[in-house]
């Protein structure tokens, strides 16, 4: 009894603890800022787009960040311990897709003009968001949506799949070539868009 109150009394002193220390907070990422419109990007003044909110699968739906080591199992997901999203990836890629619609190449709100716009509904459906190792030092990130674009006499289906290689084999890689992924769809889409805009009797009827 002396010798555990002595190493008590050791312990209040010197301020250490008998309980087990916490462990350290997680790193949250985001996509960081935008970026800078291309200036070949296709306009779409002649477009209002709403984004439906992305939907995912329900193993998705947390802010885990996923990774599979395919040189070992690619059939199994694993998290990252200390890493995660802020949000889920579908509301990520939620808020970058309704931001890149709302303004025009230049980075300008879009302006609707004297004619009303032709309205078109975005509905994506997120299917793959995810680092993959190919090996321990060697990893790149997958994105893979289905995106269904319906209105003003058009209706079309497209599955898209981005790959970015990750300049490092850790979840800030992962976070990079990811992030790259979401801003090449964001202007894949908006080219699509376009399109199939331009291919419907209204576009073709509106002209340049």
Same mark, same amino acid.
């Given at each position: 009894? $002396? &010798?555990?109150? /002595? ?35 296709? #306009? /779409? ?10 939907? %995912? ?10 990774? $599979?080591?395919?040189?070992? +199992?690619?059939?199994?997901? /694993? ?20 931001? +890149? ?29 995810? &680092?993959?190792?190919?090996? #321990?030092? $060697?990893?790149?990130?997958? /994105?893979?949506?289905? %995106? ?8 079309? &289906? ?10 490092? #084999? +850790? ?32 576009? &073709?009827?509106?002209?340049?």
């Amino acid at each position: 009894m $002396r &010798q555990l109150a /002595l190493v008590l009394v050791l312990c209040a002193t010197s301020g250490c603890s008998l309980m087990t220390s916490k462990a350290p907070p997680k790193t949250e990422f985001d996509f960081g800022p935008e970026p800078n419109a291309s200036s070949d990007s296709a #306009p /779409l003044s002649q477009v209002q787009l709403v984004v439906y909110d992305v939907s %995912a699968p329900t193993w998705m739906e947390g802010t885990a960040m996923y990774y $599979r080591l395919a040189y070992q +199992n690619a059939a199994v997901p /694993l998290p990252y311990a200390e890493s995660e999203w802020v949000m889920s990836p579908a509301a990520l890629l939620t808020q970058r897709l309704r931001s +890149n619609a709302a303004v025009n190449g230049d980075g300008a709100a879009r302006l609707v003009g004297v004619r009303t716009p032709a309205v078109y509904r975005l509905r994506s459906e997120l299917l793959e968001f995810e &680092q993959i190792f190919d090996a #321990p030092d $060697r990893s790149h990130g997958v /994105l893979r949506l289905r %995106a269904t674009l319906e209105g003003e006499g058009v209706w079309a &289906q497209r599955t898209f799949v981005i790959e970015r290689l990750a300049p490092t #084999p +850790n979840a800030a890689g992962g976070v990079t070539a990811l992030t790259e992924c979401s801003n090449e769809l964001a202007r894949l889409l908006e080219g699509w868009v376009s399109a199939n805009h331009s291919r419907s009797p209204r576009g &073709q009827a509106l002209g340049p």
